[in-house]
């Protein structure tokens, strides 16, 4: 391990490029989101071409997952961060009346982003969106998993952006341990739970915040009236999108055994619709990312006690499986273990609204929670009993698009959140100022020795909340 106070070169130029200010000014930052702008519309298909070697992901998919995504954050960013950057001047008592109190948004200094292989492009883009907008200094990790988007990223990034504040480091495991060894002002890490505890072992060595986009079981309620039709598209949709492997993919689904009889033709018609009958030559479903993933969905299958009703189709030399839906599983079922993160839907029963309910509360909190429900009732009912990172009702992963909600997860599916300004937010430092003068020093005597009760009494008077105190509005 690197002795606390010694960094690579990397590191050491970056932070370097920090403290000369370089990253600091408006029109630097604008100029470094629209580089990054002319980089998403100059590559568009090395983009797509890139997402289809790793993952056979369709163009569709890509444009609209890993490009249009893209696209809209940097938008939201360059129209808005000139607002963002601006002090926040905060309610004030008798006291403070005459300072300047504020909140001024300052950037971290060095930090660190580590992508994930399952939306390779935008899960290292949209984070990097804000770090500089925030005014960073930033050093990408992209998954080597998805090793042609990685190259890619490693390819473009010094062309378009800026090559003594932003760099690329690429590698496997060992690459990554040993970038962690050096200390960052920030790190951002999207991936699994198992990682995610290696990461917060290094970054407490010297005390780094640490953001984690994880996910988890994200459970689908199906319960009481539902257009059955469009819950079976929209389900299927957003279950095997990118072939499953979204985090915040439906894990499964918990609804009554007659919800679950009406349900099942429609996701047949609708898997026949959109896959056709034959799935594995349909250019619209793509395949898991490597042969390890592939083996450990398809061990998962074998073990499980639930019957398959739809696909369970597999080819492991192409990386195939078939969308693929179970009902008879149990909570204690394998495929109840852990998050699936493929195109395996199971789908248990529940007897009622409230058995659902302490259904998903014995879990882990999961990064999103879908209930799927004409009544608004039930949604409320959903909404005000759980708790998840977020919660969307009759669709699925849609309220990831939207850059004005944050993004992230709760207890073990994530700390922080991302998206839009919260990006900003997660990659500044909001420092409380106050501007204090010479004025009214006669005032200042009732604080200092020696004390007395009307002091004390006359101080907490200036220093209290009125009836009329607006105590978190902004002035």
């Not at 062309?159 to 760099?167: R, V």
């Not at 962690?180 to 010297?206: C, K, M």
Request: glycine share 6%.
């Amino acid at each position: 391990m690197l002795p606390i106070g010694t960094e690579p070169l990397d590191v050491q130029r970056l932070r370097t490029t920090f403290r000369s200010g370089k990253t600091l000014p408006e029109e630097f930052r604008r100029e470094q989101l629209s580089n990054l702008l002319s980089l998403v519309k100059d590559n568009e298909q090395l983009i797509i071409d890139a997402v289809y070697k790793d993952l056979r992901k369709p163009k569709f998919e890509a444009v609209l997952s890993e490009i249009e995504m893209c696209r809209n954050e940097l938008y939201c960013a360059i129209d808005n961060f000139s607002s963002w950057m601006k002090p926040e001047y905060v309610s004030k008592h008798l006291a403070v009346k005459l300072d300047d109190c504020f909140v001024r948004r300052e950037p971290l200094g060095v930090v660190l982003i580590i992508g994930a292989w399952n939306y390779p492009f935008q899960l290292i883009l949209i984070p990097l969106i804000g770090a500089i907008a925030a005014g960073n200094c930033v050093i990408v990790k992209p998954s080597e998993v998805s090793a042609a988007t990685e190259s890619l990223i490693a390819e473009l990034i010094p062309k378009y952006l800026s090559q003594d504040c932003y760099t690329v480091v690429c590698g496997g495991a060992e690459e990554t341990k040993a970038l962690l060894e050096n200390r960052f002002d920030h790190i951002f890490y999207t991936g699994s739970q198992a990682v995610a505890r290696s990461i917060l072992q290094a970054a407490s060595i010297h005390l780094t915040p640490v953001t984690l986009e994880l996910g988890g079981k994200c459970p689908c309620l199906i319960y009481g009236r539902v257009n059955i039709a469009a819950a079976a598209r929209r389900l299927v949709w957003s279950k095997f999108f990118n072939t499953g492997q979204s985090c915040v993919a439906p894990d499964y689904v918990l609804c009554t055994r007659d919800v679950r009889d009406a349900l099942l033709p429609f996701l047949r018609e609708t898997l026949e619709e959109f896959y056709s009958k034959e799935p594995q030559t349909n250019l619209d479903l793509g395949r898991i990312v490597t042969d390890r993933h592939w083996t450990r969905l398809m061990d998962l299958l074998h073990k499980s006690r639930g019957k398959v009703v739809l696909g369970g189709e597999s080819h492991q030399e192409e990386k195939y499986i078939a969308p693929t839906v179970l009902v008879d599983v149990e909570e204690d079922d394998v495929l109840m273990e852990e998050e699936i993160f493929g195109p395996i839907l199971p789908i248990l029963t529940v007897e009622s609204l409230e058995e659902g309910i302490d259904f998903i509360n014995r879990k882990e909190k999961p990064l999103a929670l879908y209930v799927f429900s004409e009544e608004s009732s039930v949604v409320n009912t959903v909404m005000e009993k759980t708790s998840s990172g977020g919660f969307c009702s009759n669709d699925g992963m849609v309220h990831m698009t939207l850059p004005t909600l944050p993004f992230g997860g709760v207890g073990a599916s994530g700390w922080g959140s991302y998206h839009g300004r919260w990006t900003f937010e997660t990659f500044s430092h909001r420092r409380a100022c106050m501007l204090r003068g010479w004025a009214l020093e006669r005032l200042n005597v009732l604080r200092y020795p020696p004390y007395t009760d009307n002091n004390l009494s006359l101080l907490c008077w200036t220093a209290s909340a009125k009836k009329s105190w607006p105590s978190c509005s902004v002035m």
